[in-house]
């Protein structure tokens, strides 16, 4: 089952890959255009309302309620109910979802003064104009989600993942025809409207792969069955849960729109940046175990044992990808940031800035990761409740910390108020902490332990601040070549730093990734 799992998370990892290159492509775009003002916060804070709902009602419930009911019937042999169940599902989604966005639409000046209440003037009314027209996208969002819970099922991953490419081609050909003819107020207009083009066809490339693993499938908006009865019963609680990050972010938007022009899309371009390792490791390992862990059976002595071992596989997995990107993210992101944006309008004081808020996120970014993984683990048994009572405890430190790190923190301190914006992530990362904590606690009262082996974490943090140094000096052998060469020559000589450290010290991850290669090669 590890080398599955392995599988799995390789294809669920290539395929955000290829869409988070995309994403960090078409936000290089958007840099270019718009720099850090106005318009950027503008575009900013309105994709944030369909992002939030897409992963809120889409791919966070779906991995958490459907997921595990669809996956035990599948592995039960029952295609025919599994059929049935994912209709039922999709039918109740989309009935709340238009009912949403269809309140959206008619109450977008009240969504807005919600989502950006710092936003006043010119900028908030083309904000509503924004988000009025990328509601209708928040549906079909929520439809390719259910694709990709469809799909992970099947252990078909590589497809969902890789299916937001096409959002991001259609956004970045919008971008690229309106920036050459279009002012900035119109441009921003013309990217939502691509925005919504690039849903209808993110759904449309995986409906033919859906339609050939569904057996038994009728649309119906009911819940006379108990499968579809437990999905429902586990859907709120999985509604908080899973979206504790994307609340946590909701709220960081929030404080950042009273901080002045450009915290906005600053906090947007950092968290860009951030969530690919999230997402690229700590979701590839997480998405692929969630199916399997839902399809162990046996006796609960027998399930407990091997969730546990699937549970300290995963963590190990993670923990050698996000330890080296916490600590680049803190020592070096300004090369990260410069390589990504800098250009056109966004210069190089703002690749600083950017990286001042890219190293508050990454204090939390090993916790968050492995939360993600550690909530899959209560899934799979079914048990939602747990993940949202500490996922409310996470928001809620979030917001009484970040408000007073953001709003009080910078006049303490003789600060920029803008500078508020490095204590909300920072904040935020801690809050992230006290979840995991309090989440693996628990998880310990009813399966057991899940620890790294002895030494394990010491080996990764080390090789990391190692290779960190050697990556310094790469920059500064290749000073004024330019932000791209300067990434290139830095991260070229930090991650084989790392890499041959975690060899010679003979960390398992970095084994297998070398024999992995080596098969390839």
Request: contains cysteine.
């Amino acid at each position: 089952m590890a080398r599955s799992s392995g599988r799995s998370s390789f294809f669920v990892a290539a395929g955000i890959l290829l869409s988070r290159i995309a994403g960090l492509i078409r936000q290089r775009i958007f840099a270019h255009y718009l720099g850090l003002g106005e318009y950027n916060d503008v575009l900013t804070a309105s994709f944030r309302i369909p992002n939030l709902l897409q992963n809120l009602f889409g791919e966070g419930v779906l991995s958490a309620s459907f997921i595990p009911v669809y996956a035990r019937l599948l592995a039960k042999g029952e295609e025919q109910e599994a059929g049935k169940v994912a209709g039922a599902v999709l039918g109740l989604l989309t009935f709340l979802v238009s009912l949403i966005v269809l309140g959206g639409v008619v109450g977008t000046p009240v969504v807005v003064d919600l989502l950006a209440p710092g936003f006043e003037g010119h900028k908030r009314q083309l904000t509503i104009t924004l988000v009025r027209i990328l509601f209708p996208a928040t549906a079909l969002m929520v439809l390719s989600a259910w694709c990709l819970g469809v799909l992970n099922s099947h252990r078909k991953f590589f497809l969902s993942y890789a299916a937001p490419v096409v959002w991001n081609v259609t956004v970045i050909i919008g971008a690229l025809w309106a920036g050459a003819t279009q002012n900035r107020s119109d441009l921003v207009v013309w990217i939502a409207w691509s925005a919504v083009l690039g849903s209808a066809l993110q759904v449309l490339v995986q409906l033919p792969s859906v339609v050939t693993v569904l057996k038994g499938f009728k649309l119906a908006v009911r819940t006379t069955t108990p499968e579809v009865r437990t999905v429902v019963r586990n859907f709120w609680p999985a509604f908080v849960s899973r979206g504790a990050a994307q609340i946590s972010a909701y709220v960081d938007g929030v404080i950042a729109s009273f901080l002045g022009q450009g915290p906005v899309a600053a906090l947007g371009s950092a968290q860009l940046l951030y969530t690919l390792p999230v997402s690229l490791f700590g979701m590839a390992v997480s998405a692929a175990e969630l199916p399997a862990m839902s399809s162990v059976q046996g006796s609960d002595d027998e399930r407990h044992r091997l969730l546990r071992q699937r549970l300290e596989d995963g963590m190990h997995r993670i923990a050698f990808f996000i330890v080296p990107c916490s600590v680049a993210f803190i020592l070096l992101g300004q090369v990260v940031a410069a390589a990504v944006f800098q250009t056109g309008q966004f210069t190089a004081e703002n690749s600083r800035y950017v990286w001042a808020i890219l190293a508050g996120s990454a204090v939390g970014l090993l916790a968050s990761t492995l939360s993600r993984l550690t909530s899959s683990a209560f899934y799979a048994l079914g048990d939602t409740r747990s993940p949202l009572r500490y996922a409310l405890v996470r928001v809620l430190l979030t917001t009484v910390l970040g408000f007073t790190a953001a709003l009080v923190g910078p006049y303490l301190l003789n600060l920029d108020q803008r500078w508020g914006a490095v204590g909300l992530t920072a904040t935020a990362g801690f809050a992230g902490w006290v979840e995991f904590a309090l989440l693996r606690r628990r998880l310990r009262g009813i399966i057991g332990a899940a620890r790294f082996a002895p030494g394990y974490l010491v080996k990764l943090w080390g090789s990391a601040l190692a290779a960190a140094l050697l990556g310094y000096l790469a920059r500064l052998a290749v000073a004024g070549n330019g932000p791209i060469v300067t990434a290139a020559a830095t991260f070229g000589a930090y991650g084989i730093v790392y890499g041959a450290l975690t060899l010679a010290m003979k960390v398992p991850a970095a084994q297998a990734l070398y024999g992995s290669v080596r098969r390839r090669v």
